[in-house]
Structure formats: structure tokens, C-alpha cells
């Protein structure tokens, strides 16, 4: 420039340009770091690859038939399986309409496990108005020992108040009249008086009695299957260790967290220890049976809460995150406890209690557990829409949101079609007294049930166990927005390309991501 003898220098505005559009771009670029977080984030939001993210749409679809087909195959099992009951009717027409009516058990063994015995009560035509009937019942127990002597069970009369309620056109409603929770004896003898009824405007033509026991073939059936669980659910639990053995506990994604915590529960709703309710007279085989029913059932409410709100949110503090489903979770539990221990030993003491009747308090036990219920169901909706609302865009979270909805979906719809053919509208019902109503009505619910819940740990353990390829330094952010960043992978496990071309491609692009973080 000196040469030609003029010189030229830039503006000042031209400097102040370049230096506002630098301060622009870096704002952008630090605001950028809040919408869309960089791969190098802190590793307790890394998590381990699970096999989830290497299955194609044709090894899903086989996984979902797998689990339909042993949910199924159980159930045609069940439907095949013997009777859950075996009935003893006696009729008596003497001694009418009070009693007393003395009545000698059929022959039992442990494997009947308890007795019931009810009444239906004849009274006048079956045509004529309805109406209801309260009256007194009082039962006398004997046992015959094994020396054939008989021992007094109780010194004083059970005494209990019954309402006969017999309804136009129909038979009078069946009345539960004893429970033993546990069998001390081999034969029972039972005397029974009723008072009250000779005021009735219509006359007792009859009154039958019926014995109740579960079938031995479907206690003997329930112990097998129980086992055959139990040695599936420990072979599971191993496999499903084993495969995290050598990824740090901090970069478990919450679903494998929570299996590891799912799995040996359901190796306690197993019971390991079942067949002793049936071998030893004791209450406590039993009380443990209802502890660890009732812990894993609330527990696995609880892992549906966790799930669907820490999938999107990283930072789960205590308080903050848990305290709140702990809450709700923990309450049925605590409830459930109380009722079914408190419900053992009225039972055990005195076995004419029935708690549905007797207690007074057995509709608003009902309504408490419907309320809590409630509470529990809108917070898992909003969970669910929270959780859609905000992933479903996103490749990875949105698969991981499905796999969990639909395996949720089908355990929540069989459970409430078991429980709607069960119960009908009659859960709500006070009068709804017969006691084997709260248990399997037959084989097919007992393995519906059971192979189930079975089932869907089975595979909800294989889907969330690390892929074949994943390593120790190989790890998917446990980040929703960090799925962002990757959805050209999404087309990789969904597209046209091989399952070999797919592993390849997530393994070669997962050593990238260690390569740039080292």
C-alpha cells in the first residue's frame, strides 16, 4: 500500500461487528448446552447399552410372542389343570328350623389345607317377596384324634348374627358359617343351632350344609409350579447379575436398577417355603406368604411410578423424586399388611369371624383402598402423559417408553379381566361373604396369575439386559435430550440393513462417542 502512496484502514464498526456476532454465537452456543446437552455430560447420566437398542422390529415382535404364548400355555394349563375345590353336601330335614343339626367332616389330610363350611337355608316359596332375616348362629367344634377320642376345640359356644336375606324367585343367599385357616385333625365334628328362624312368615323346608376343601391334585399342582417358578425366577436372576457384573451400579439405566431389585422379590412371591403351610400347623408359613405377596406387588407399583418419571428426569434426589410415591405405595402396603394379618388371627381364633360381616368397617376399608387406589392411578396417567409428551420424539426414550407401556398394558389388562370375572360388581357387596371367593375360584386363574407377573420379569429381564456389544467404556446417556443427537440410529435398527450390520454400525459409532470423550 506504502508503495502506491496511500494507505487504507478498516473501520472501527467493522471490529465492534465481528466481536457482537462472536458474543452472539457463544451465547448460542452456551444456551444450546441447556437445550441440547453435549455427549461429554457427567458419567451418572451415562447408562449401558441394553439389548433393547439392538433388537429389530422382527426379534420384538418375537419377544412379545414368546411372552403371549407362556401367558397362554399356562393358562390352557390351568383350564386342563383339576378341580380347586371338593364339595360335601349335607341336607337335613329334621330339627327344623333351629337345630341342632350335627354334622361329622369328610376325612382330611394336610394337602386339603382348610375348611369351609356354609348353609343355604330353604324357607317358603321361592315365589313369594323378598325379604331379610337376621338370626343367631352358634357352633360347637370337636376334633377326632388319631386314637379316634374326641377333643373339645372350644369350650364356649362360637356365636356369631347372621342376616338370611332370600330374594323373589330365588333360592336364599349361602351363608359362611366356619373357616379353619388350619387343619389339627383328621375328621371334624360340627354342632350347629340357629335361632330366630321360627318367626319367619315362611316355614324352613330344608337346610343344607356344605363342606368345603381345597382339592389335594390342586395343592399338590400349586407346590409344582411354585417350584418350577421359583428355580426359573432364581436361573433368571443369576443370568441378569451376571450380565452387569462388570458395569459399575452407577451407570445402570433405572429399569435394570430396578430389576435388580424386582427379580429377588419375585423369588419371595415365589415362596420358598410355601409347601410348609400345607405340612406344618402353623400361622407363620402362611403370614410370610402374605408379607411377600404384598411386598412385591406394592413394589412393582412403586418400579411403574419410578420408571416412568425418572426416564426423563436424571436428577433423582430423595425427597424430591421418592417421598411422594413412597407415600402412596406405602400406604397400600401398610394397609394391605394390617388387614391380611389382622384377617389371620380373628380367623385362627376364632374361626366363625368373617371379616367382610363382622368387622363393621369392611365398605370403608373398601372405599380407603379405592381413594388411595385413585390417587395412584392419576399419578401414573400423568406420569405416562408427561413422559410421551416429552419423549416420543426422541429415538431411544421413545423405544424404551413403548417396550414398558406395552408389557404394563398387558399385565394391567389380564389382571383386571381375572379380577372383573372373578368379582363382577360384586367386590363392593357386604353380603358378598362366601370366603372362597378371595381366593382362585379354579386352576386357570391361580396360573394366569402366576405366570404372569412370571413372564413379564422373564421379559422385561432379557429386553434390559446389556446387548452383546456393550462394553465397559461403551455407554448410551441415561439423558432424554441426549437422544436427540442420535436419530440417524433410530433408522439403523428400524431400517432394511442386517442385524450384523446394525451391531456393527452401533459399535462403531459407540466407540466414537468413547474416542471423543478420552
Same mark, same amino acid.
Given at each position: 500500500?506504502?508503495?502506491?502512496?496511500?494507505?487504507?484502514?478498516?473501520?472501527?464498526?467493522?471490529?465492534?461487528?465481528?466481536?457482537?456476532?462472536?458474543?452472539?454465537?457463544?451465547?448460542?452456543?452456551?444456551?444450546?448446552?441447556?437445550?441440547?446437552?453435549?455427549?461429554?455430560?457427567?458419567?451418572?447420566?451415562?447408562?449401558?447399552?441394553?439389548?433393547?437398542?439392538?433388537?429389530?422390529?422382527?426379534?420384538?415382535?418375537?419377544?412379545?410372542?414368546?411372552?403371549?404364548?407362556?401367558?397362554?400355555?399356562?393358562?390352557?394349563?390351568?383350564?386342563?389343570?383339576?378341580?380347586?375345590?371338593?364339595?360335601?353336601?349335607?341336607?337335613?330335614?329334621?330339627?327344623?328350623?333351629?337345630?341342632?343339626?350335627?354334622?361329622?367332616?369328610?376325612?382330611?389330610?394336610?394337602?386339603?389345607?382348610?375348611?369351609?363350611?356354609?348353609?343355604?337355608?330353604?324357607?317358603?316359596?321361592?315365589?313369594?317377596?323378598?325379604?331379610?332375616?337376621?338370626?343367631?348362629?352358634?357352633?360347637?367344634?370337636?376334633?377326632?384324634?388319631?386314637?379316634?377320642?374326641?377333643?373339645?376345640?372350644?369350650?364356649?359356644?362360637?356365636?356369631?348374627?347372621?342376616?338370611?336375606?332370600?330374594?323373589?324367585?330365588?333360592?336364599?343367599?349361602?351363608?359362611?358359617?366356619?373357616?379353619?385357616?388350619?387343619?389339627?385333625?383328621?375328621?371334624?365334628?360340627?354342632?350347629?343351632?340357629?335361632?330366630?328362624?321360627?318367626?319367619?312368615?315362611?316355614?324352613?323346608?330344608?337346610?343344607?350344609?356344605?363342606?368345603?376343601?381345597?382339592?389335594?391334585?390342586?395343592?399338590?399342582?400349586?407346590?409344582?409350579?411354585?417350584?418350577?417358578?421359583?428355580?426359573?425366577?432364581?436361573?433368571?436372576?443369576? @443370568?441378569?447379575?451376571?450380565?452387569?457384573?462388570?458395569?459399575?451400579?452407577?451407570?445402570?439405566?433405572?429399569?435394570?436398577?430396578?430389576?435388580?431389585?424386582?427379580?429377588?422379590?419375585? =423369588?419371595?412371591?415365589?415362596?420358598?417355603?410355601?409347601?410348609?403351610?400345607? @405340612?406344618?400347623?402353623?400361622?407363620?408359613?402362611?403370614?410370610?406368604?402374605?408379607?411377600?405377596?404384598?411386598?412385591?406387588?406394592?413394589?412393582?407399583?412403586?418400579?411403574? =411410578?419410578?420408571?416412568? *418419571?425418572?426416564?426423563?428426569?436424571?436428577?433423582?434426589?430423595?425427597?424430591?423424586?421418592?417421598?411422594?410415591?413412597?407415600?402412596?405405595?406405602?400406604?397400600?402396603?401398610?394397609?394391605?399388611?394390617?388387614?391380611?394379618?389382622?384377617?389371620?388371627?380373628?380367623?385362627?381364633?376364632?374361626?366363625?369371624?368373617?371379616?367382610?360381616?363382622?368387622?363393621?368397617?369392611?365398605?370403608?376399608?373398601?372405599?380407603?383402598?379405592?381413594?388411595?387406589?385413585?390417587?395412584?392411578?392419576?399419578?401414573?396417567?400423568?406420569?405416562?402423559?408427561?413422559?410421551?409428551?416429552?419423549?416420543?420424539?426422541?429415538?431411544?426414550?421413545?423405544?424404551?417408553?413403548?417396550?414398558?407401556?406395552?408389557?404394563?398394558?398387558?399385565?394391567?389388562?389380564?389382571?383386571?379381566?381375572?379380577?372383573?370375572?372373578?368379582?363382577?360388581?360384586?367386590?363392593?357387596?357386604?353380603?358378598?361373604?362366601?370366603?372362597?371367593?378371595?381366593?382362585?375360584?379354579?386352576?386357570?386363574?391361580?396360573?394366569?396369575?402366576?405366570?404372569?407377573?412370571?413372564?413379564?420379569?422373564?421379559?422385561?429381564?432379557?429386553?434390559?439386559?446389556?446387548?452383546?456389544?456393550?462394553?465397559?467404556?461403551?455407554?448410551?446417556?441415561?439423558?432424554?435430550?441426549?437422544?436427540?443427537?442420535?436419530?440417524?440410529?433410530?433408522?439403523?435398527?428400524?431400517?432394511?440393513?442386517?442385524?450384523?450390520?446394525? *451391531?456393527?454400525?452401533?459399535?462403531?459409532?459407540?466407540?466414537?462417542?468413547?474416542?471423543?470423550?478420552?
Amino acid at each position: 500500500m506504502d508503495a502506491y502512496g496511500f494507505s487504507y484502514k478498516a473501520p472501527q464498526w467493522t471490529a465492534k461487528l465481528k466481536s457482537s456476532c462472536k458474543g452472539a454465537f457463544d451465547l448460542y452456543s452456551a444456551v444450546q448446552d441447556f437445550i441440547v446437552p453435549k455427549y461429554y455430560y457427567d458419567r451418572s447420566n451415562r447408562s449401558v447399552q441394553m439389548r433393547l437398542y439392538t433388537l429389530s422390529k422382527r426379534q420384538f415382535v418375537l419377544v412379545f410372542i414368546c411372552f403371549f404364548m407362556a401367558f397362554g400355555i399356562s393358562v390352557l394349563i390351568g383350564i386342563a389343570g383339576p378341580n380347586i375345590q371338593i364339595e360335601d353336601t349335607r341336607t337335613k330335614t329334621e330339627n327344623l328350623p333351629n337345630g341342632p343339626f350335627e354334622l361329622t367332616s369328610p376325612m382330611l389330610t394336610k394337602f386339603n389345607k382348610s375348611l369351609w363350611l356354609t348353609t343355604v337355608i330353604e324357607a317358603g316359596d321361592k315365589s313369594a317377596e323378598n325379604f331379610q332375616k337376621p338370626f343367631n348362629v352358634s357352633i360347637m367344634l370337636r376334633g377326632v384324634a388319631q386314637d379316634s377320642s374326641q377333643v373339645i376345640v372350644n369350650a364356649v359356644p362360637y356365636n356369631r348374627t347372621r342376616k338370611l336375606v332370600c330374594e323373589k324367585g330365588k333360592a336364599c343367599d349361602e351363608l359362611l358359617l366356619l373357616h379353619l385357616t388350619t387343619l389339627h385333625y383328621s375328621t371334624y365334628i360340627i354342632t350347629v343351632k340357629f335361632e330366630g328362624l321360627e318367626t319367619l312368615h315362611a316355614p324352613v323346608s330344608a337346610v343344607n350344609f356344605y363342606f368345603r376343601t381345597y382339592n389335594p391334585a390342586f395343592s399338590n399342582m400349586v407346590i409344582w409350579f411354585r417350584f418350577v417358578f421359583l428355580v426359573t425366577t432364581f436361573i433368571v436372576t443369576c @443370568l441378569f447379575a451376571h450380565s452387569l457384573r462388570k458395569f459399575s451400579m452407577r451407570d445402570w439405566s433405572i429399569e435394570q436398577k430396578w430389576l435388580s431389585v424386582l427379580l429377588p422379590l419375585l =423369588l419371595l412371591y415365589n415362596d420358598p417355603i410355601y409347601p410348609l403351610t400345607l @405340612l406344618v400347623n402353623s400361622s407363620i408359613p402362611m403370614l410370610i406368604d402374605n408379607i411377600t405377596q404384598a411386598t412385591f406387588l406394592c413394589a412393582l407399583l412403586l418400579f411403574w =411410578l419410578c420408571a416412568y *418419571h425418572g426416564i426423563r428426569q436424571s436428577d433423582r434426589k430423595w425427597v424430591k423424586f421418592y417421598l411422594a410415591k413412597l407415600l402412596i405405595v406405602g400406604v397400600l402396603w401398610v394397609s394391605t399388611l394390617v388387614l391380611s394379618s389382622w384377617q389371620l388371627y380373628c380367623s385362627l381364633y376364632d374361626p366363625t369371624f368373617n371379616y367382610k360381616v363382622d368387622s363393621g368397617d369392611f365398605i370403608g376399608m373398601v372405599i380407603f383402598f379405592l381413594v388411595v387406589g385413585g390417587f395412584y392411578i392419576l399419578y401414573l396417567l400423568f406420569l405416562v402423559i408427561r413422559a410421551f409428551t416429552e419423549l416420543r420424539s426422541l429415538p431411544y426414550m421413545n423405544l424404551r417408553l413403548k417396550v414398558m407401556t406395552i408389557l404394563m398394558l398387558a399385565v394391567v389388562a389380564a389382571t383386571t379381566t381375572i379380577t372383573v370375572m372373578r368379582y363382577g360388581v360384586n367386590i363392593l357387596n357386604e353380603n358378598f361373604v362366601t370366603e372362597l371367593s378371595t381366593y382362585y375360584n379354579n386352576c386357570a386363574e391361580f396360573l394366569a396369575f402366576y405366570s404372569l407377573l412370571n413372564c413379564y420379569l422373564y421379559t422385561m429381564a432379557f429386553v434390559y439386559s446389556p446387548s452383546k456389544n456393550a462394553h465397559k467404556d461403551t455407554y448410551f446417556k441415561d439423558n432424554p435430550t441426549f437422544s436427540m443427537l442420535n436419530e440417524s440410529e433410530d433408522e439403523l435398527i428400524y431400517g432394511s440393513d442386517s442385524d450384523d450390520n446394525v *451391531h456393527t454400525s452401533l459399535t462403531g459409532n459407540n466407540r466414537h462417542l468413547s474416542n471423543e470423550e478420552e
